[in-house]
């Protein structure tokens, strides 16, 4: 642990811009956890008097339509939206790890059906299955977390059925079948941890992702409802007023959802050079 440690300030103190990816993603993290109680306005409540406001010492971010405080509004989506898209990825991680793990290393006609089956999935527009999707179930949050997890599924199904196929054979897992491990405990503490170095990677990619998914779906009016705080939502409803010149209506939940995205993106390739044991040589 000290080791990869030593080694991971190694790499950040090498690449400022996976240094300052991993600084916006703790702070995102720490704003989502602290939202409720560093939140200075009530982000659902109206004030009409001060509507379109611009960015001013007592509204940081101005004020929307119905003179809510949009600095306090964007704190909330980011609970919210981080939430949607850490369920949703954790999710898909265990359930597409484990079947892709436990295809790879049975092989055969399984893995030759699952593989035939993830191709057709992943040759749908994935944003558009999402759509489908949440608007089959119904655009309640725990909907959106289901469907943006079903769309994310063969990306990990895919990964590690490739992994562990390559690894199946092994001299460690032939080790471990002659001591008598069953198959299961193979895949499941021996397989799969073996592989979850480069899978993180893939959880830093998808997390972005995610978010862009949870935010555009609301955008289109498929996925979270106002009042509700959220990045995607306010980007619409701000849409309207930019020819008044109401720019900070769209300017920073779309900077919000920028930084959010590039931060879990660059991270992924940080996390890349942390984990990957050619680079501690």
Do not use: K
């Not at 702070?27 to 409720?36: G, K, Q, R, S, W």
């Not at 002659?178 to 979850?196: F, K, Q």
Request: charged share 10%; proline share 5%.
């Amino acid at each position: 642990m000290s080791a990869t440690l030593r080694h991971a300030g190694w790499v950040l103190r090498g690449n400022p811009v996976t240094a300052g990816a991993a600084a916006g993603a703790l702070v995102l993290v720490t704003i989502a956890i602290l939202a409720p109680w560093i939140t200075p306005y009530d982000p659902i409540a109206s004030n009409v008097p001060v509507a379109l406001q611009p960015p001013s010492a007592a509204h940081w971010a101005g004020t929307d339509q119905l003179g809510r405080d949009i600095f306090s509004r964007l704190i909330a989506a980011t609970r919210l939206d981080l939430g949607i898209a850490v369920s949703a990825v954790l999710l898909s991680f265990v359930a597409g790890a484990t079947i892709g793990a436990l295809c790879g290393y049975a092989g055969g006609r399984i893995d030759r059906y699952v593989g035939r089956l993830v191709d057709v999935l992943m040759a749908f527009p994935l944003f558009v299955l999402a759509m489908a999707l949440v608007a089959a179930l119904g655009n309640r949050v725990e909907n959106i977390v289901i469907a943006t997890a079903l769309i994310n599924l063969p990306f990990y199904i895919r990964f590690a059925r490739a992994e562990v196929n390559v690894r199946r054979h092994a001299g460690w897992v032939e080790a471990a079948r002659a001591g008598g491990e069953s198959h299961v405990t193979i895949v499941l503490a021996y397989l799969l941890p073996n592989i979850l170095p480069a899978m993180a990677v893939q959880i830093s990619l998808n997390l972005g992702w995610a978010i862009l998914n949870a935010a555009g779906l609301s955008f289109l009016g498929l996925g979270v409802q106002a009042p509700t705080p959220e990045w995607g939502i306010m980007v619409a409803e701000g849409a309207r007023f930019i020819g008044n010149g109401q720019w900070w209506l769209v300017a920073f939940p779309g900077l919000a959802l920028m930084l959010a995205v590039l931060c879990f993106n660059l991270l992924g390739d940080g996390l890349r050079d942390i984990l990957d044991p050619r680079m501690r040589t």
